[in-house]
């Protein structure tokens, strides 16, 4: 099986956790990234991609999540949910379709009693949609089995001003 990482966001209501979402993807190689609801696409023309990462991830809209889930992928529901295990103690399946509930609200019961696993990330209080893809994504990097790790890495990453050594 190929490690793969999708993304489901709940009715996101911020163009800015969007584009920061998108940026995440490109970051973290996320396959796709779908949407449900009608609040995105009211403020898409906002163009808050800064890395236009949409030009090679797709972002799409969807009538239910549910009916997008990719062939073979375990959903993966993240929200503050009782019963849902702490992202600590959870281990990514290589096949995963993370669905993320919106700012202001949570994921449907139906879409919860579809998913193979409920995460929540055990902080005080909610963080922000954006934020929670970021930790989520990178939880599961830092859990994988095969790493990237290397100055190759660091150099085609970093921003054209950093020219930055560790000495020894």
């Given at each position: 099986m190929t490690n793969k990482a999708t993304?489901?966001?709940?009715?996101?209501?911020?163009?800015?956790?969007v584009g920061a979402i998108m940026r995440a993807s490109g970051c973290y190689q996320?396959?796709?990234?779908?949407?449900?609801?009608?609040r995105y696409g009211f403020a898409s023309k906002f163009h808050t991609d800064t890395k236009?990462?949409?030009?090679?991830?797709?972002?799409?809209?969807?009538?239910?999540?549910?009916?997008?889930?990719?062939?073979?992928?375990?959903?993966?529901?993240v929200d503050l949910v009782e019963?849902?295990?702490?992202?600590?103690?959870?281990?990514?399946?290589?096949?995963?379709?993370y669905i993320f509930g919106p700012e202001d609200g949570t994921i449907e019961q139906s879409?919860?009693?579809?998913?193979?696993?409920?995460?929540?990330?055990?902080?005080?209080?909610?963080?922000?949609?954006?934020?929670?893809v970021n930790v989520v994504l990178y939880d599961r990097l830092a859990k994988a089995k095969v790493s990237i790790a290397s100055d190759?890495?660091?150099?085609?990453?970093?921003?054209t001003n950093n020219k930055v050594k560790v000495r020894s």
């Open positions: 993304i489901g966001l709940t009715n996101p209501k911020s163009p800015s956790n996320v396959n796709s990234v779908f949407y449900t609801g009608s236009n990462v949409s030009l090679n991830i797709p972002l799409s809209p969807a009538e239910s999540l549910l009916d997008v889930v990719p062939e073979g992928a375990s959903i993966v529901c019963g849902a295990i702490p992202l600590p103690e959870f281990q990514h399946p290589e096949n995963a379709f879409v919860i009693d579809n998913a193979a696993n409920v995460v929540y990330i055990p902080t005080i209080g909610c963080m922000n949609l954006a934020a929670t190759d890495l660091i150099r085609t990453s970093r921003d």
